[in-house]
Structure formats: structure tokens, C-alpha cells
């Protein structure tokens, strides 16, 4: 979690000032940013997809449970 607070502070990284890094290749010394980006892009979307997937998994198991008989 420190990790990600730390990249995550506005400033912490010149492409923060000149977005066209961006485009630089990983490959350039001194293009970390992106090495960690690719990393916590995938914390991300995981944080993203996994209450999705938790949800809709539960969704499918209570449409298979039959209707209680008694609440009616």
C-alpha cells in the first residue's frame, strides 16, 4: 500500500508536469513511471473487476435457489 501512495502523490513524477513522457519508451533510463504504472494498472483493474465478478457469481447462485414457499 505504500507503494501506491507513493506514485500516487501529484508531482511525484515529471510526466506528472509534461504528459508527452507518456510516450517515451520504457526502455529510456529514468521512464520508471511506467514500469510501476503497468504494475498498478493491474492492482487497479483487479480492484475494479473483482466486485463485479463477486457480485454477478452471486446473482447466478441465488437465481438457482428455488423461491421460498413460505414468505407469502
Known amino acids: 500500500m ?3 501512495l507513493d506514485i500516487t502523490g501529484s508531482g511525484t513524477y515529471l510526466v506528472d508536469i ?3 513522457l507518456r510516450y517515451i519508451p520504457s ?6 513511471f511506467q514500469k510501476e504504472a ?5 492492482i487497479q483493474d483487479e480492484f475494479r473487476q473483482l466486485p463485479y465478478e463477486e457480485t454477478i457469481r452471486n446473482i447466478v447462485r441465488l437465481s438457482k ?5 413460505g414468505s407469502g
Not at 526502455?27 to 520508471?32: C, E, I, N, Q, S
Not at 503497468?38 to 493491474?42: D, E, S
Open 18 to 20: 509534461f504528459p508527452i
Open 2 to 4: 505504500e507503494g501506491f
Open 65 to 69: 435457489c428455488p423461491p421460498d414457499e
Open 38 to 42: 503497468k504494475i498498478y494498472r493491474g
Open 27 to 32: 526502455w529510456v533510463p529514468g521512464a520508471t
